[in-house]
């Protein structure tokens, strides 16, 4: 897959877009606004779906699951990605990402060769992978 075709997206950045929060970054927001405009693809690993859950769930009683869930399901141009034993093995090589789910994230931005749109300090700084921001 192109990394200008496709973007891999964290947690609280789906979040914000989809909900028009004014935290994305410029860059974000540009890159969020193709796909908006459907020129390039979304994916969306498998735990940030769980994090979506969690933190609505726990902490945004402003956002209604149900809801957010069928947005992504609607949109043509998001694309879920599992987590397979391959993606666990991706997993090892990346010890510099403290959180897991961090290298889960980062882990299916460097299988698609995809920039990664994200705000975490601790996955820009690691370098292992294009941030957007």
Excluded: K, Q
Excluded at 5 to 15: N, W
């Amino acid at each position: 897959m192109n990394s200008d075709t496709h973007y891999v997206t964290g947690t609280h950045s789906l979040l914000w877009y989809l909900y028009d929060v004014p935290r994305l970054g410029p860059n974000a927001r540009a890159a969020f606004g193709t796909v908006g405009a459907g020129d390039t693809t979304l994916l969306i690993p498998a735990i940030v779906l769980a994090v979506v859950v969690y933190i609505i769930e726990r902490r945004r009683h402003d956002m209604n699951i149900g809801e957010t869930l069928e947005r992504i399901t609607e949109a043509d141009n998001f694309h879920v990605l599992p987590f397979d034993l391959d993606s666990a093995r991706a997993l090892i090589s990346l010890t510099e990402i403290p959180e897991m789910h961090d290298r889960m994230i980062v882990a299916a931005a460097r299988a698609y060769g995809a920039p990664l749109i994200t705000r975490d300090e601790a996955i820009r700084r690691a370098g292992v992978v294009e941030c957007i921001w």
